[in-house]
T-cell receptor, first 112, second 110 residues
Framework: DAGVIQSPRHEVTEMGQEVTLRCKPISGHNSLFWYRQTMMRGLELLIYFNNNVPIDDSGMPEDRFSAKMPNASFSTLKIQPSEPRDSAVYFC??????????FGSGTRLTVV | QKEVEQNSGPLSVPEGAIASLNCTYSDRGSQSFFWYRQYSGKSPELIMFIYSNGDKEDGRFTAQLNKASQYVSLLIRDSQPSDSATYLCAVIANAGKSTFGDGTTLTVKP
């Protein structure tokens, strides 16, 4: 398996633009997680899905953030409109039930 | 009180020494415990997991769990400069969702 695949690896965008981050989890893993990591706040859980259903989105900072998982092999995290304070590394991770996570390589987002 | 607490570090040890990383958690119902290693600029990587009280060894790494004290640790024997990284403790209390500590940065000096 190629592991968790995220795209793009880097994204630089202007404030106010829409940003879409993509993730392909490991086949057979039924849980998918979106995290954001910054120096100041560490690793923050944004949302997690189990069997494609959003279970906990309490970490989504505000309505500008949305996430979807239309099938077991694909998820998106969208920010619209983006703001400079959204600049961070965004990780997608997948796991089997109650197991350890496999993280993707992350997307480094810079909003200018 | 944070749900998962780690010594913030940084922790510095000489090459060949034992590095000891500690983690405490607040939820007594926690069932699964994980250690991740994160190199600078990289994503976290799972290196150890433990579910039962006691020790679990994997090569130079030993995870220790004491549920009565709500304490989990990671020992790295014969530390190498390549072990220099941030180590994240994670705990699953509710099925499927891990809570992460803030991490301890380890530096192994040659």
């Amino acid at each position: 398996d190629a592991g968790v695949i995220q795209s793009p690896r880097h994204e630089v965008t202007e404030m106010g633009q829409e940003v879409t981050l993509r993730c392909k989890p490991i086949s057979g893993h039924n849980s998918l997680f979106w995290y954001r990591q910054t120096m100041m706040r560490g690793l923050e859980l944004l949302i997690y899905f189990n069997n494609n259903v959003p279970i906990d989105d309490s970490g989504m900072p505000e309505d500008r953030f949305s996430a979807k998982m239309p099938n077991a092999s694909f998820s998106t995290l969208k920010i619209q409109p983006s703001e400079p304070r959204d600049s961070a590394v965004y990780f997608c991770a997948s796991s089997p039930d109650a197991g350890g996570y496999t993280f993707g390589s992350g997307t480094r987002l810079t909003v200018v | 009180q944070k749900e998962v607490e780690q010594n913030s570090g940084p922790l510095s040890v000489p090459e060949g020494a034992i590095a000891s990383l500690n983690c405490t958690y607040s939820d007594r119902g926690s069932q699964s415990f994980f250690w991740y290693r994160q190199y600078s600029g990289k994503s976290p990587e799972l290196i150890m997991f433990i579910y039962s009280n006691g020790d679990k060894e994997d090569g130079r790494f030993t995870a220790q769990l004491n549920k009565a004290s709500q304490y989990v640790s990671l020992l790295i024997r014969d530390s190498q400069p390549s072990d220099s990284a941030t180590y994240l403790c994670a705990v699953i209390a509710n099925a499927g969702k891990s809570t992460f500590g803030d991490g301890t940065t380890l530096t192994v000096k040659p």
